[in-house]
């Protein structure tokens, strides 16, 4: 059965970085626009990012601006969310999605349609 799978997820310290990847279990990620959710305790789900299939259109929202970035690692199929100068307001569940448009959409979280199980990431002050 085709799935998506998020890692990366740790413990980690305030001012670190973390590299989350997500890959693709019975298919290739290479075929789909992916992005990058997360949902902290009490909070909405909110949108952080999405890459395209050639990866030549990104979008941040506000959240992922400025310290996250997205891109493809083509050799290993995967799509990484770099994050760097974490704070402790990042803690929160990770999640990536594919996107049901290819090369040009938004954040909406109903233009996503498979979703990983999702990735703790849990950030100390």
């Known amino acids: 059965q085709a799935q998506l799978a998020e890692s990366g997820g740790v413990l980690g310290q305030g001012g670190g970085s973390l590299r989350l990847s997500c890959e693709a279990d019975?298919?290739?990620?290479?075929?789909?626009?992916v992005g990058w959710f997360r949902q902290a305790p009490g909070k909405e789900r909110e949108a952080l990012a999405v890459i395209s299939v050639k990866g030549d259109y990104i979008l941040y929202t506000e959240s992922g601006k400025g310290r996250f970035t997205i891109s493809r690692d083509k050799a290993n199929d995967t799509v990484v969310l770099q994050m760097d100068r974490l704070k402790p307001e990042d803690t929160a569940v990770y999640y990536c999605?594919?996107?049901?448009?290819?090369?040009?959409?938004?954040?909406?979280?109903?233009?996503?349609?498979?979703w990983g199980q999702g990735t703790q990431v849990t950030i100390s002050s």
């Open positions: 019975g298919f290739s990620l290479a075929h789909y626009a």
């Open positions: 999605a594919t996107a049901t448009w290819s090369d040009y959409g938004g954040l909406m979280p109903n233009e996503f349609d498979w």
